[in-house]
């Protein structure tokens, strides 16, 4: 057995047998409610739990135990992801469970609570640790990876791009007129649109490329082998390219809305050479093609930033013309 990152079960827990009466109505409670359960004795629960992979674990430390020690014992040979952990104390025990929080415990019983009770707020400690750790990797509406992914991948893909001695590009993309969208037709529209939007992009994009939520209406594209040009290609196509879904033109009723976007792109390694400055001057370059009106897409090296050129020499970001109305992006 691999034991260097076991992965997590989120319907194990380790229960430490403490020959108490609660143990079994705890044991039995979570049985019920769909988890499966060892009762062991104390001094196994750490090393089973992390051999294991438990979701949670459930301690019975003895009067004198210091917190601190004890919460160390569990989280320093932890693996991928640290366990919900609850301390239950003896009958008679001093109570100061803001010392056990304090020490980085997530919740505190004592042998006189209602077992079924413990049972019930563990459970709930448990969901609520999973769902924030999917919300860690991925967007709850879309499905999407997280901004925590996007920007973790930034870096590594840079150093693939620079050893296979080749380009790659990020692009910022924002949503035009969604806000007014959701002022006159509610949230659940906007709500059905950014689900169609995500699945036209994650379904246009090579399988080595990123595509992420990054807020509400922007999304993050990480493109490899790839230069600037080619990337604003890829972008006019993805924008001509995208048909939404019946119950989406359903939800709109007589609208004629076509989403659009307007995107800022950088390029590796000729704009920067790390993941948060190539990710910043795309940034800056969304904002030049915003100066500049709806519905462009803007490469960073026509601006007037470090590795662009100047007009007139104003800086492109605070320069604004009046182009009209435009059916597509640039």
């Known amino acids: 057995?691999?034991?260097?990152?076991?992965?997590?079960?989120?319907?194990?827990?380790?229960?430490?047998?403490?020959?108490?009466?609660w143990g079994p109505t705890l044991t039995e409670t979570l049985k019920r409610l769909g988890f499966s359960v060892d009762c062991l004795p104390s001094v196994q629960v750490a090393q089973t739990g992390f051999e294991q992979g438990a979701a949670a674990l459930v301690l019975a430390p003895q009067p004198g135990d210091d917190p601190d020690q004890l919460w160390l014992s569990i989280v320093e040979r932890a693996g991928r992801q640290l366990p919900t952990l609850m301390v239950i104390l003896p009958q008679g025990a001093p109570t100061d469970c803001a010392r056990w929080l304090q020490s980085g415990f997530d919740d505190f019983g004592t042998a006189s609570d209602d077992p079924a009770h413990l049972a019930a707020r563990l459970v709930a400690r448990v969901r609520a640790s999973r769902l924030h750790q999917a919300m860690v990797t991925s967007d709850p509406l879309t499905g999407l990876p997280s901004p925590h992914v996007f920007f973790s991948r930034l870096d590594p893909m840079m150093r693939l791009s620079s050893r296979a001695a080749m380009p790659m590009a990020v692009a910022v993309l924002d949503m035009d007129g969604?806000?007014?969208l959701e002022a006159q037709h509610g949230r659940p529209l906007v709500r059905a649109l950014l689900i169609d939007i995500a699945r036209h992009l994650q379904a246009a994009l090579r399988r080595s490329d990123?595509?992420?939520?990054?807020?509400?209406?922007?999304?993050?594209?990480?493109l490899h082998h790839i230069n600037g040009y080619e990337a604003r290609k890829l972008l006019r196509k993805l924008w001509?390219?995208?048909v939404l879904e019946p119950t989406t033109v359903e939800l709109m009723g007589s609208g004629n809305f076509v989403p659009t976007f307007t995107a800022g792109i950088s390029v590796f390694p000729d704009d920067?050479?790390?993941?948060?400055?190539?990710?910043?001057?795309?940034?800056?370059?969304?904002?030049?093609?915003?100066?500049?009106?709806?519905?462009g897409i803007q490469l960073y090296s026509e601006t007037s930033g470090d590795s662009g050129q100047s007009l007139g020499g104003s800086d492109l970001r605070l320069h604004r013309s009046d182009r009209g109305n435009r059916s597509e992006p640039e």
């Open 1 to 21: 057995m691999d034991l260097r990152a076991p992965v997590t079960h989120s319907d194990y827990i380790v229960v430490a047998d403490a020959g108490a009466a």
């Open 178 to 180: 969604f806000v007014a």
């Open 210 to 222: 990123t595509v992420a939520r990054l807020g509400d209406d922007r999304f993050g594209l990480i």
């Open 240 to 242: 001509r390219s995208l």
């Open 272 to 295: 920067a050479t790390n993941g948060n400055e190539l990710y910043t001057r795309a940034e800056i370059a969304l904002d030049v093609a915003r100066a500049n009106g709806h519905r």
